[in-house]
């Protein structure tokens, strides 16, 4: 049934009277809604590439955020001008005063604003040299006893925003774990830190951001696990290289090329990715190794051939030499 609506919809669109027929945004939400509805759409689809399809789910996404956005709801008021120009004063005319110095002088003068609105008002600042030059010492000192956590955001076909929550290790870049969710909060990040290091299993040092979910009750729950909670500065994510880096891969290797349909498929995508970025993709940090340690294949005495092996469902492939039959 699916199929034949999927042919009769494309017949339509060819038929179309012109030379060449425009795709209409009603010809793209039937194959964002197809997609979502029968796995085999794609071997149908002629009259444009299955990756035309995963754009318009992109477009459509933005579009529905845009419109969420301005349906009369009242989001955060904004500072006041006044606010804003004095938080930038007080940062420029004190240049050691972080956000917590420059918030209780305000308090002092009588503002009522929050530290958190005055972190994301403090005006940037290169980090000096020297900072920079101590911190990545400590990265690469201590690489074998740190982990790093860190959140990224995954949206659905029906525009729904999915949490995923991941533990990584520096010295080896392992997932020690992770985990999907469409509601963080605090209780469940500590439940997830039980589960990955269970037994006295904590690394020496856990670097994470100033996310709001990491409450003082989850770095206190760091703390009893045996690990020392290392946090990085406000607006650093350098400070967070390794977990940053593993979250643009899992972007460009993996979710660009598809259309998340809920947790649980999110859940099986990754649980292949993390296989694979363990087994066989090669890291430069690891000096193009494997985190589970792929052994070199010296090339067989007589005929062989370079096979492929896919992974991913055909996204990259694993290479292996196999002797001719």
């Known amino acids: 049934m699916l199929e034949n609506a999927a042919l ?35 071997e ?12 318009w789910h992109r477009a459509g996404f933005r579009l529905y ?40 002088e305000l308090r002092m003068l009588g503002f009522d604003v929050s530290e958190r609105t005055v972190s994301r008002l403090m005006p940037r600042r290169t980090p000096k ?37 991941f533990v990584l290790e520096h010295g080896r870049r392992r997932v020690r774990h992770f985990h999907v969710t469409d509601q963080p909060d605090a209780a469940w990040v500590m439940q997830q830190l039980r589960e990955a290091f269970p037994f006295d299993t904590a690394p020496r040092h856990l670097v994470f951001d100033r ?12 703390k009893s696990l045996g690990a020392k909670p290392t946090r990085t500065a406000p607006r650093s994510p350098w400070q967070n290289g390794v977990a940053e880096r593993w979250i ?14 809920n947790d649980r498929h999110l859940l099986r995508l990754l649980r292949d990715y993390v296989a694979y970025h363990h087994d066989d993709r090669t890291h430069l940090g690891l000096a193009k190794g494997t985190p589970a340690g792929r052994p070199r294949q010296p090339r067989p005495v007589g005929d062989a051939q370079v096979i492929a092996l896919p992974r991913l469902g055909g996204l990259h492939h694993r290479y292996e030499w196999r002797v001719a039959a």
């Open 8 to 42: 009769r919809h494309q017949l339509g669109v060819l038929m179309r009277a012109g030379r060449r027929s425009r795709v209409t945004a009603a010809d793209r939400w039937f194959w964002v809604v197809l997609r979502r509805l029968w796995s085999r759409w794609s």
């Open 248 to 261: 643009g891969s899992v972007r460009r290797e993996l979710l660009d090329h598809i259309v998340v349909f």
């Open 44 to 55: 149908v689809l002629v009259f444009v590439k299955p990756e035309t399809v995963v754009r």
């Open 129 to 165: 040299h020297d900072a920079v030059q101590r911190w990545m010492a400590f990265l690469r000192n201590h690489r074998d006893a740190i982990a790093a956590m860190d959140f990224f955001v995954v949206p659905t076909v029906t525009f729904r925003l999915l949490y995923v929550w």
């Open 65 to 104: 955020w845009n419109w969420h956005s301005r349906r009369g709801r009242q989001g955060r008021p904004r500072a006041a001008a006044e606010v804003r120009a004095l938080v930038r004063r007080l940062a420029t005319e004190n240049p050691t005063w972080g956000a917590p110095r420059v918030h209780g």
């Open 211 to 222: 996310d709001g979910t990491f409450s003082a009750h989850v770095v206190s729950t760091v």
